[in-house]
């Protein structure tokens, strides 16, 4: 049986940076909670994502603008480097589908609320 490490995230497009190679999005995905008080609040999580596909790259340049509704999938890869003489530890999210879900203007039913 394989194994495997896979990431799924729902969320809204921050930046958009061009590397050599690759494309990184910037992905913040709201999650709602209810806090001691019992009110409603949100709290924003922040991921960047990479996708290294030609395909997908092109239709991000063409298609995908800052506060886009999208899902991007794919596969988790650990990583390390080091800074300042210490290890450092990462998880990188390499994304191997991305959707566009809705275009900034476009809001869902109850998506803001």
């Known amino acids: 049986m394989n194994q495997f490490a896979e990431f799924q995230i729902l969320g809204r497009v921050g930046k958009i940076k061009e590397f050599n190679g690759s494309t990184n999005v910037s992905l913040?995905?709201?999650t709602p909670f209810k806090?001691?008080?019992?009110?409603k609040q949100t709290d924003a999580l922040w991921n960047d994502v990479t996708i290294f596909s030609e395909k997908t790259r092109g239709f991000i340049k063409q298609h995908i603008k800052e506060g886009d509704l999208?899902?991007?999938?794919?596969r988790m890869r650990q990583n390390s480097y080091e800074r300042d003489g210490q290890k450092v530890y990462t998880v990188d999210l390499i994304c191997e589908d991305f959707s566009?879900?809705?275009h900034k203007f476009e809001r869902s039913e109850g998506e803001g609320d």
């Open 28 to 30: 913040c995905a709201n």
């Open 35 to 39: 806090d001691r008080n019992g009110e």
């Open 70 to 74: 999208i899902l991007a999938r794919g």
């Open 100 to 102: 566009l879900l809705a």
